[in-house]
């Protein structure tokens, strides 16, 4: 079964500091990736998307990921954390084969950002 | 243009009693999804509608859940009669087209309390 893991529901860091949230998938074939980010009392909006373009894919509010194939993880980066990255950040897969191409998400990585 | 709306946001109710949720997809949307994430777990899809046809409904937990979708605009998720287990977020997503590489918008979600 397709499934995706993400590695540590919590993560803390100071302002300024690099961000990395960690999502590793297991699938046979090629996903689609996704990293979508929750804000308190908001809805998921996507920050990024990887449909096997570039492996360095840019997101919105300078986020980016690297799809790597041979370690089966899409981790997300930013150099420099900000008081307003706060938020819980979650990875999911799509396969193109999934009849109507449902989401299959981790269990979440909440970002906490330090004064 | 307006994102996804979801009514109501919160809801508290009884076990054994009857509660509906309804979705407002983006204007234009023929696709239009249901998950939920159960508190501590990860967010799970329910159903997939194309227009006013049920695409994949293998998510659903069992027959207590109804969803409907009637003329292809809005949708109801029905829990009836609902359970502890029940309780939890439950997301709706539109997309324009279904295709894989197609962007699902979520809305806030409505969070489901069963006492």
């Known amino acids: 079964a397709q499934s995706v893991t993400q590695l540590g529901s919590h993560v803390s860091v100071s302002e300024g500091a690099l961000v990395l949230l960690r999502c590793n998938y297991s699938s046979s074939v090629p996903p689609y990736l996704f990293w979508y980010v929750q804000y308190p009392n908001q809805g998921l909006q996507l920050l990024l998307k990887y449909t096997s373009a570039a492996t360095l894919v840019k997101g919105i509010n300078g986020f980016e990921a690297e799809f790597k194939k041979s370690e089966t993880s899409f981790h997300l980066t930013k150099p420099s954390a900000h008081m307003s990255d706060a938020a819980e950040y979650f990875c999911?897969?799509?396969?193109?084969?999934?009849?109507?191409?449902?989401?299959?998400f981790g269990q979440g990585t909440e970002l906490s950002v330090k004064p | 243009e307006a994102g996804v709306t979801q009514f109501p946001s919160h809801s508290v109710i009884e076990k054994g009693q009857t509660v509906t949720l309804r979705c407002d997809p983006i204007s234009g949307h023929d696709n239009l999804y249901w998950y939920r994430r159960v508190m501590g777990k990860e967010i799970k899809f329910l159903l997939h509608?194309?227009?006013?046809?049920?695409?994949?409904e293998s998510g659903m937990p069992n027959n207590r859940f109804l969803a409907e979708r009637t003329g292809g605009t809005y949708s109801t998720l029905k829990v009836q009669p609902a359970e502890l287990e029940d309780s939890g977020v439950y997301f709706c997503?539109?997309?324009?087209?279904?295709?894989?590489?197609?962007?699902?918008?979520f809305g806030p979600g409505t969070r489901l309390t069963v006492l």
């Open positions: 509608f194309v227009k006013e046809s049920k695409q994949d």
């Open positions: 997503a539109s997309s324009q087209d279904g295709r894989f590489t197609d962007t699902q918008y």
């Open positions: 999911a897969v799509r396969l193109f084969y999934n009849q109507g191409g449902k989401l299959i």
